[in-house]
Structure formats: structure tokens, C-alpha cells
């Protein structure tokens, strides 16, 4: 039997797109024609950041990841994505945020520490950042474990996946901004996040990501038991707030995204 690397996020977004990958090493018995392409492999399952995964792709050390959608298009020449399936969401995510210590958003800062994890996240907030204020801050690479001890009144901070869900739930003395929240404001649009994505020399079915992702909604009681937020908080979230499906909208939105990076330089 052939086997795959799939590099797959811990975060709560993106169980339901790789349960599957999981579930068949599980080797748990499961209705046969709903697995027809997943279980022809085998699969080695390396979990990590998005952009760890993508440093991990280009060197030939998985075959598959979930990676960040900014370094799918930005790295063209050597990769393919799957654009049916992808973490998207329509005016709000809620695990991406940028973090300020006061309610003044519409004032800038001059410093913005920005978690390393997610390099679509950074991408889009430099774009919106510019968009708001037409200036850009000095910007700082930091863990997400670090930003809020960083951030003062003249500084702000860029949190995502499941940190950043922990602010959502417990702000403390913090406020923020939804990224998805911020970029619908400007185009009306949903935001892509994140897809499957590898190298384009690689064959094989790409159905095994509809059938992982079918599996996933099947088993979607399994994954919300899972998680250690509210039962109530993770059903919404998973339900209402994340979906998965690449449809026209998204396919627009990820257009101006890549166009609005170009014309910035960031891409």
C-alpha cells in the first residue's frame, strides 16, 4: 500500500477538513465505499503550524499540507491547492484577532507584535492595516505565547487559531478586532484561510479530501466532545461560524486577496 505525509493544524478550524486522515489510522472499521480513495494509503500524520507546514512542503518532508492560503498562491511554481476545500468564514472568525490594550481602533500604533504561526493572518493584516491608516507600523515576529506581555498603549498584537479563541472566550483587560470582520468590511466578502495544498508533481486522488472532510462532518459529535471549550461555544463555532466549502464568493475573495498582495508587494 502506497503511503502519504499529510501535514495537518491543531487547531479546533481545521479538525473537521483532516478527521478523516485520522480516522483511518485509527483503523476503525468504516463503510467502505465512503473511503474509496482514502484507504488506498497509508498515512504518516505530522501535526504543526501552518507555517511550519509550508517550510515542510517545499522541502520535500510531507506530501500534503494544510497550509496557509497566502503561501498556496504565493508559491505557484512548485505547489497545487485543492479549491473546493478550504477554513473559511463570512464576516467573523474569531480566532484571528488583532489585539490592542484599549478600544481606539481607529487610532494606529507604532508597533504590532505578530504571531509567526499563520503567515496569511500576517499578510491580511498588513493589508487591512494599510487600507485603514495608508502608514505601516514597525511589525515583529514573536511566539503567541509573548504578545500580550508585549503590548502596551503604543503597540498592538496579531493571535491566531486556538490562542486566539482563548482571548475570544477570556479578554481580560484586552479588546480586539476580527481579522474576517475587518476584511468583509472593505470587500463584502468571506475570507479563505487556509488550504490543502502540494507539490504538483505529486499523484494522487484528490478525492481523499472530500472523503476526509465528509467524515469529518459524520463524526462532527466526536470532535466537538473532543475539544476542552464549551460544548455550546464549540458547536456555534464549528457550525456558524467556520465553514469549509470553496464556492464562487471564496473563489472571488481569494482572487482580490492574491491581486491586493501583489499590488502591496507582499506576495
Same mark, same amino acid.
Given at each position: 500500500?502506497?503511503s ?8 479546533? #478550524? ?33 501535526? #504543526? ?7 515542510? *512542503?517545499?522541502?520535500?518532508?510531507? %506530501? ?10 504565493? #508559491?505557484? %511554481?512548485?505547489?497545487?491547492?485543492? /479549491? ?11 480566532s ?11 487610532? /494606529?500604533?507604532?508597533?504590532?507584535? *505578530?504571531d ?20 505601516t ?13 508585549k ?10 487559531? %486556538? ?7 477570556? /479578554? #481580560? ?9 475587518w476584511w ?5 466578502? /468571506? ?8 507539490s ?21 459529535e $466526536? ?14 463555532? *464549528? ?8 464556492? $464562487? ?19
Amino acid at each position: 500500500m502506497k503511503s502519504l505525509r499529510i501535514g495537518t493544524v491543531k487547531y479546533l #478550524n481545521s479538525k473537521i477538513l483532516s478527521y478523516g486522515f485520522y480516522l483511518i489510522n485509527s483503523k476503525l472499521t468504516i463503510q467502505n465505499d465512503k473511503v474509496k480513495n482514502l484507504s488506498k494509503f497509508q498515512y504518516t500524520l505530522i501535526e #504543526n503550524t501552518p507555517s511550519k507546514l509550508v517550510e515542510l *512542503l517545499l522541502e520535500e518532508k510531507i %506530501d500534503i499540507g494544510l497550509i496557509s492560503t497566502v503561501e498556496a498562491l504565493k #508559491n505557484k %511554481d512548485k505547489l497545487s491547492y485543492y /479549491p473546493h476545500l478550504g477554513i473559511c468564514s463570512f464576516k467573523e472568525v474569531q480566532s484571528i484577532l488583532y489585539i490592542k490594550k484599549d478600544q481606539h481602533f481607529h487610532i /494606529p500604533v507604532k508597533k504590532i507584535y *505578530l504571531d509567526i504561526s499563520s503567515r496569511t493572518s500576517i499578510a491580511l493584516l498588513k493589508i487591512l492595516y494599510y487600507k485603514t491608516f495608508q502608514k505601516t507600523p514597525e511589525y515583529v515576529l514573536e511566539l503567541p505565547e509573548n504578545i500580550l506581555k508585549k503590548i502596551d498603549q503604543d503597540s498592538a498584537g496579531l493571535i491566531i487559531g %486556538d490562542p486566539a479563541i482563548d482571548l475570544y472566550l477570556k /479578554p #481580560n483587560s484586552f479588546y480586539f478586532r476580527d481579522l474576517a470582520s475587518w476584511w468583509y468590511e472593505f470587500t463584502k466578502l /468571506p475570507f479563505v484561510f487556509g488550504v490543502w495544498s502540494y507539490s504538483k508533481d505529486l499523484e494522487f486522488p484528490t478525492e481523499i479530501f472530500e472523503e476526509s472532510y465528509q467524515l469529518g462532518l459524520e463524526h462532527i459529535e $466526536e470532535i466537538i466532545e473532543s475539544s476542552h471549550y464549551p460544548k455550546k461555544y464549540t458547536v456555534t463555532y *464549528l457550525s456558524k461560524i467556520i465553514y469549509y466549502r470553496i464556492s $464562487e464568493q471564496e473563489k472571488k475573495s481569494i482572487q482580490l486577496f492574491e491581486k491586493t498582495l501583489k499590488e502591496m508587494d507582499l506576495l
